[in-house]
Nanobody, 125 residues
Framework: QVQLEESGGDSVQAGGSLRLSCTVS????????MGWFRQAPGKEREGVAL??????????IYGDSVKGRFTISRDHVKSTVYLHMSDLLVDDTAVYYC????????????????WGRGTQVTVFP
């Protein structure tokens, strides 16, 4: 059984930093894409960052709104994917979801097979 469990969501002042974690279990070798989507109130889900672990080093892609501020990484031993967020903006406020699948595309939320329950990030002015 595949399980994705996020943690690390919090309330933080604009300009601050936060690190989200996603512990992954039960994935098969065919699932080579892991990453993060987010959804703000009243908005559609938005691709934040993805990691393709089928290459060495792993490939990374980022949404335009977070490039240069967010970094995705993975600890293979701990089976954990991280999202390091810095220079946070009020517009980064959202529920952040960990995802896993086989599509290396930030525009294809519906193509991801596995989703965590989400963790809330709130950025206040």
């Amino acid at each position: 059984q595949v399980q994705l469990e996020e943690s690390g969501g919090d309330s933080v002042q604009a300009g601050g930093s936060l690190r989200l974690s996603c512990t992954v279990s039960g994935l098969t070798y065919m699932t080579k894409v892991m990453g993060w989507f987010r959804q703000a109130p009243g908005k559609e889900r938005e691709g934040v960052a993805l990691l393709y672990i089928g290459t060495d080093p792993a490939l990374q892609i980022y949404g335009d709104s977070v490039k240069g501020r967010f970094t995705i990484s993975r600890d293979h031993v701990k089976s954990t994917v991280y999202l390091h967020m810095s220079d946070l903006l009020v517009d980064d406020t959202a529920v952040y979801y960990c995802v896993a699948g086989r599509v290396f595309n930030l525009d294809s939320a519906s193509a991801f097979d596995y989703w965590g329950r989400g963790t809330q990030v709130t950025v206040f002015p």
